[in-house]
């Protein structure tokens, strides 16, 4: 990594003397991503993963608020990649986001493309992933942001801090999985493992020896930052015998509040303080299965690593050999559990939420299922009754196109790749949570974005249905972060759920987990030009469509412009 200052960010409203200070103390990180076929071996098998520079997971990423990053990636793969850095607001950077075919075309086998993009206002936990196919299964890594030179965390400095990322293991190649239920119009097989820093850990044949171990010592306050990265499924998390202590989500602090397990759903980040303040021995960090879809199977294994005291704390034959504590993880279906969770996030302080909303939007967000093609066999419609599975927004399921990215086909005013005529509300209201009529299963393919002004000041209500399943589903923003001012369950509305908004310190983050069979509303400004997808965060809903864009109109002048596409953006 090559590291130098620069002087060059852009001043977005800071005066020329304040802005100086800062840029020179802003660093652009240099980095190199290989992305390539590497013999990984997990529950007593070798396969030939796609990792980043032969890394599982890839290499955690650690800057500071302002800098810049420039990551050039090259594909030693045989499978096309982009690579998203999941929460970067990507202020006029839209070019550098990375989602196939919305932002860029792929970068193909034997190809490169460096993504150039400033992070500015936040801190936290991020972390990067490929944003195509299924590659994120292996292809993915922590990103740190930490405050300024001479700036500190809004709590006391914890004595080290470690990374957890959550996984998904396949005992199998992630591209073959998706590949046949794309073919066969069924669920994809289920996982084999999930992960801690890329372990299965103790419960698995064949995964003792390489458990993660988590060192601390008696008496330090150490910071975990936990990503759920795994592809399908929202995790629960728990140490044995240690409270945990929220301080940050989605690169934004939060107000401080103690518990004793997680929930995240894939995409989101929580970033805790844990306290050696146990009896020094061995503890089990666990993670495993929040399953909320009625009869869908899922894999319901247990990861595990180690929160192993320090030989200094933990110095007899009879504490290292210890086996250690497990801790008591809740039901796989232990919706209270997660709705009490959420509920307790909080910004630190009193902060400005849009009001007078300029767009008020109402998003159904669900499952479905396409009649067999006439064209088809049988062996290639095995969802449910003999139909293939499918997904969508406001009944529209979303189609990536093929020969360009929307953002280039904004740019260029390329006609014939998408429509502007996403609907803002449901075309057909109903009882979004109780009995659906199967005529409502089959929603409409379309490339369908939704147009935003500048500026506008926008609200969502994101309504599960039970078209299917209900099923809480993490929904994802691309380019921006948002306040979640309410949550419930049951049909929104807006007469009686209104009461319920939080206007004065709602949480800001980038992945909302919608309740099962409920409903989350979200505010933000349209303050980023560009083209934006929103997104269930389960791969296996975005293949079949749970997916939408915004399309962010420019401004005024060029700070409200998107930057022009740089020379080496992949072709299609």
């Not at 030179?149 to 190649?173: C, H, M, Q, V």
Request: glycine share 6%; with cysteine.
């Amino acid at each position: 990594m090559e590291i130098f200052k620069t002087f060059s960010f852009i001043c977005l409203g800071i005066s020329v003397l304040i802005c100086s200070a800062l840029s020179a103390n802003a660093e652009v990180h240099r980095h190199k991503f290989v992305v390539e076929a590497t013999k990984v071996k997990r529950l007593c098998k070798t396969h030939n993963s796609i990792t980043v520079n032969g890394m599982f997971p890839g290499p955690t990423l650690e800057i500071k608020n302002g800098d810049s990053l420039e990551v050039l990636v090259v594909n030693k793969a045989r499978y096309n990649v982009t690579i998203h850095w999941h929460g970067v607001r990507q202020m006029r950077t839209g070019w550098a986001d990375g989602p196939e075919f919305v932002t860029q075309c792929p970068i193909r086998p034997g190809g490169s493309y460096t993504y150039r993009f400033t992070v500015q206002g936040q801190e936290g936990t991020l972390w990067w992933h490929a944003h195509s196919s299924w590659l994120r299964a292996t292809v993915y890594g922590a990103l740190i942001i930490r405050p300024r030179d001479g700036e500190s965390y809004p709590f006391p400095k914890p004595k080290r801090e470690t990374p957890i990322l959550l996984g998904e293991w396949w005992d199998a190649n992630p591209i073959d999985v998706v590949r046949e239920a794309t073919r066969t119009g069924a669920a994809p097989n289920i996982s084999d493992a999930y992960t801690i820093n890329g372990q299965p850990g103790d419960l698995y044949k064949c995964s003792s020896k390489e458990t993660t171990i988590v060192p601390i010592d008696s008496g330090e306050t150490n910071l975990l930052r936990v990503i759920n990265a795994a592809l399908n499924q929202p995790l629960f998390f728990k140490i044995a015998n240690h409270k945990l202590i929220v301080v940050g989500a989605d690169a934004s602090y939060t107000k401080p509040f103690t518990t004793s397990v997680l929930m995240l759903g894939p995409g989101q980040t929580t970033d805790v303080l844990i306290r050696g303040n146990q009896k020094p021995s061995r503890y089990y960090m666990a993670a495993r299965a929040y399953q909320s879809a009625r009869n869908a199977p899922f894999d319901n294994t247990t990861t595990t690593a180690i929160l192993e005291y320090k030989p200094a704390s933990c110095n007899t034959k009879k504490c290292k050999a210890a086996t250690p504590i497990m801790p008591s993880l809740p039901a796989y279906n232990d919706t209270n559990t997660v709705t009490s969770f959420s509920q307790s996030f909080r910004s630190r302080e009193k902060v400005e939420v849009p009001t007078d909303i300029d767009e008020s939007l109402f998003f159904t967000v669900g499952l479905g299922l396409n009649n067999c093609p006439p064209n088809y066999r049988k062996r290639r419609c095995q969802g449910p009754n003999g139909t293939r599975f499918t997904a969508s927004m406001n009944n529209v399921s979303f189609v990536l196109p093929r020969n360009f990215s929307l953002l280039q086909a904004h740019q260029q005013g390329i006609p014939g790749v998408f429509t502007t005529d996403f609907p803002g509300t449901p075309p057909l209201k109903f009882d979004y949570t109780g009995n659906v009529s199967r005529s409502l299963f089959q929603p409409v393919p379309g490339t369908k974005l939704y147009k935003l002004k500048y500026g506008s000041r926008v609200q969502i209500v994101i309504q599960d249905t039970s078209i299917v399943t209900p099923e809480n589903h993490p929904i994802h923003l691309h380019g921006y972060d948002f306040y979640i001012i309410a949550e419930g369950f049951g049909n929104f509305n807006p007469k009686i759920d209104a009461s319920k908004f939080n206007l004065v310190n709602p949480p800001m983050r980038n992945t909302v987990a919608v309740p099962v069979n409920g409903w989350a509303v979200i505010r933000f400004v349209a303050d980023n030009p560009g083209v934006w997808l929103m997104h269930c965060h389960l791969d296996v809903h975005i293949n079949w469509g749970l997916a939408m864009a915004f399309l962010v109109e420019n401004g005024v002048g060029e700070l409200q412009t998107i930057q022009p596409p740089p020379p080496d953006l992949p072709l299609c």
